[in-house]
């Protein structure tokens, strides 16, 4: 055989092994006849792959009283607890590390400064930090890859950075270079697409198949599930909603641009203008507290006018682009996640508002904002990451390969 049709050979393998897993994954506890009925695959060629996934213990079969009486019926159901990774959010000078397993129960967790450095030092630095964090979390348990989440733009599929705020990783293949130095499978992503994709496999949208996380922190970010998967251009990120322009004669944003979604309704956007009122005079019952978002929330909510004020206006923009985002893309569920929702009672209704008026009638129904269950885990991306390549066939046919 050629090389071209070795890889096919290979292709063919993963894409069979990964329908068959998702099968059970979704479907379990799934007899192997009705695997091959739903997978169009030959019996035997299911049978062969379910003898791959038991050896490596990522299914396990279960007994019991088939529906017709008399014989004993096996099914099969897949196994997570045993496998691990590792989560890491490599966020503006900062490392968040999180041990889970594809269970999603988490065995450690870890937050360090990380200063900016040069490429270098920067690769250096993170392999030791993750090595050290596996010896020290892991032990005895078996990690099957590392998934590394980023604020910025990745292609993920080429596992490569293209921009990142703090760090100097533009162009850098850093799925393969980390994966080099861990000798485990690195898989990368921006960190709100993958937090989307967290919250449809374990979270608030996992009863629909498009949904729409819209995150408000440090900048303003969404990701968009159509499908089930993350919708993307070429593997590219995609939905830079925060750079959704606004107002014309609006401040300037760091994209370059004035007047984005972004400069208006970002926490640090919120908190100056509280700061630009309270120093103009404006009576308010944060005059002499320290300004935080919580600090704006809670006085908001206690009818503080100048708190409310700011809350309201902050939502109905952020109701304006939302409703562009309905328009687009249809989403079952819009998810919201910040500091925001803090002050849910204020802001949702009027975001909620925004969208039913600025929206096609037929793509809203009820209530379409409600919040995501992950509004703190910053690396619960990392985990959808890798349950993405699990499912996808990618690592999946790694743990297959591997020796039991
Ligand atoms: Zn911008």
């Known amino acids: 055989m050629t090389r071209g049709q070795i890889a096919n050979v290979d292709l063919v393998k993963q894409v069979n092994s990964s329908a068959v897993y998702r099968l059970i994954d979704s479907r379990g506890p799934i007899s192997r006849v009705r695997i091959a009925?739903?997978?169009?695959?030959?019996?035997?060629s299911v049978t062969k792959i379910t003898?791959?996934?038991?050896?490596?213990?990522?299914?396990?079969?279960?007994?019991?009283?088939?529906?017709?009486?008399?014989?004993?019926a096996i099914s099969l159901t897949t196994v997570t607890q045993p496998f691990h990774l590792v989560a890491v959010k490599l966020g503006r000078e900062e490392l968040?590390?999180?041990?889970?397993?594809?269970?999603?129960?988490?065995?450690?967790?870890?937050?360090?400064?990380?200063?900016?450095?040069?490429?270098?030092?920067?690769?250096?630095?993170?392999?030791?930090?993750?090595?050290?964090?596996i010896q020290r979390h892991a032990g005895e348990r078996r990690v099957?890859?590392?998934?590394?989440?980023m604020p910025g733009l990745t292609?993920?599929?080429?596992?490569r950075v293209i921009y990142h705020p703090s760090y100097p990783l533009a162009g850098v293949a850093l799925a393969e270079r980390l994966g080099a130095l861990l000798g485990l499978p690195v898989f990368i992503g921006n960190?709100?697409?993958?937090q989307a994709l967290a919250e449809h496999y374990f979270g608030a949208s996992q009863d629909c198949l498009d949904s729409v996380l819209v995150s408000v922190h440090h900048g303003v970010g969404a990701g968009i599930i159509t499908e089930g998967r993350i919708f993307k251009s070429q593997g590219r990120d995609v939905a830079e909603i925060g750079h959704i322009h606004m107002d014309p004669l609006g401040e300037r944003c760091d994209c370059g641009n004035v007047g984005c979604l972004e400069t208006m309704v970002a926490d640090a956007a919120l908190l100056r203008q509280a700061e630009r009122m309270l120093a103009q005079g404006y009576q308010s019952c944060l005059a002499g507290e320290a300004l935080t978002m919580s600090a704006l929330c809670r006085a908001a909510l206690a009818e503080d006018r100048l708190a409310v004020n700011?809350?309201?206006?902050?939502?109905?923009?952020?109701?304006?682009?939302?409703?562009?985002?309905?328009?687009?893309?249809?989403?079952?569920?819009?998810l919201l996640s910040g500091a925001l929702c803090e002050a849910e009672e204020l802001v949702f209704p009027i975001i909620n508002r925004a969208?039913?008026?600025q929206s096609l009638p037929g793509f809203h129904q009820g209530q379409p904002i409600i919040r995501a269950r992950f509004q703190h885990d910053q690396t619960i991306g990392g985990l959808a990451l890798v349950k993405r390549a699990l499912l996808e066939g990618e690592l999946l046919q790694r743990i297959l390969e591997q020796k039991s």
């Open 51 to 72: 003898r791959a996934l038991l050896e490596q213990g990522l299914i396990r079969e279960l007994e019991h009283q088939a529906s017709t009486g008399g014989r004993r």
């Open 310 to 334: 700011i809350l309201r206006q902050a939502a109905e923009r952020l109701g304006q682009a939302l409703a562009i985002v309905v328009n687009l893309f249809n989403p079952q569920r819009v």
């Open 355 to 357: 969208i039913t008026h």
């Open 155 to 159: 292609d993920a599929q080429a596992g």
């Open 191 to 194: 960190d709100i697409r993958a």
């Open 144 to 149: 099957v890859a590392i998934a590394v989440v």
């Open 37 to 44: 009925e739903l997978s169009h695959l030959a019996p035997a």
């Open 96 to 133: 968040q590390l999180t041990l889970y397993n594809l269970s999603g129960q988490e065995h450690g967790r870890q937050v360090l400064p990380f200063p900016r450095r040069e490429l270098d030092n920067l690769m250096a630095a993170l392999h030791r930090h993750i090595a050290d964090f």
